[in-house]
Nanobody
Framework: QVQLVESGGGLVQAGGSLRLSCAASGRTFSRYTMGWFRQAPGKEREFVAAVNWSGSSTYYADSVKGRFTISRVNAKNTVYLQMNSLKPEDTAVYSC???????????????????WGKGTLVTVSS
């Protein structure tokens, strides 16, 4: 069992930056592929980024590629999402998730993930 708690959301102007953090409980954090997803009002939850167990491999949705960076520090049981050049369309609740599936470079489905955090709201004003 893994419990995930996100932090770092807030209100930012377009073009600004935020860093989200996701703290995990348990001693097996390094075993999981970790991902970030987001859900905008009235829309389906969508994949944002994923990282493998060691942090050496990552994959991004086309909509955030080049602007967002996912990383992890296993010694701190934490995964991060650095978001730069934010746009109003990035406004959403961002959730981290853990998967027992070995990392592959593809668009993860919400059904691929085993554990979820409750999310943190990011609002980007124009």
């Amino acid at each position: 069992q893994v419990q995930l708690v996100e932090s770092g959301g807030g209100l930012v102007q377009a073009g600004g930056s935020l860093r989200l953090s996701c703290a995990a409980s348990g001693r097996t954090f390094s075993r999981y592929t970790m991902g970030w997803f987001r859900q905008a009002p009235g829309k389906e939850r969508e994949f944002v980024a994923a990282v493998n167990w060691s942090g050496s491999s990552t994959y991004y949705a086309d909509s955030v590629k080049g602007r967002f960076t996912i990383s992890r520090v296993n010694a701190k049981n934490t995964v991060y999402l650095q978001m730069n050049s934010l746009k109003p369309e990035d406004t959403a609740v961002y959730s981290c998730a853990a998967s027992t599936i070995s990392f592959s470079a593809y668009y993860y489905s919400k059904n691929d993930m085993d554990y979820w955090g409750k999310g943190t709201l990011v609002t980007v004003s124009s």
